[in-house]
């Protein structure tokens, strides 16, 4: 069942959305099935440590990836029924 959203949470999402770097860090992370690892992300980019920080808390803090700990390593994954609930949000704009 996708779980509905609120504006606040649309709002959000579609802030964290509106970076390029950000929609590449989705991309990046959506292609594995499984978890990908915080150095596997930065490693695509060009970016300081802090600046790859910010733009994972974003996507973090709007519950588009979910973050796991292991040790001293930080693996991540898509929220696929935020991702599901926004698009159905989205699609229902034009209704």
Do not use: W
């Not at 588009?64 to 696929?80: C, D, P, Q």
């Amino acid at each position: 069942m996708i779980p509905s959203l609120t504006i606040k949470q649309v709002e959000k999402i579609s802030k964290a959305l509106g970076d390029p770097y950000r929609l590449k860090i989705m991309k990046i992370v959506g292609k594995n099935e499984s978890c990908t690892q915080c150095c596997d992300v930065s490693a695509e980019f060009n970016l300081a440590q802090s600046t790859m920080s910010h733009h994972i808390k974003q996507l973090i803090d709007a519950d588009l990836l979910i973050a796991n700990k292991e040790g001293r390593n930080l693996k991540f994954m898509i929220n696929k029924e935020i991702c599901s609930a926004y698009a159905s949000y989205i699609s229902n704009l034009a209704v």
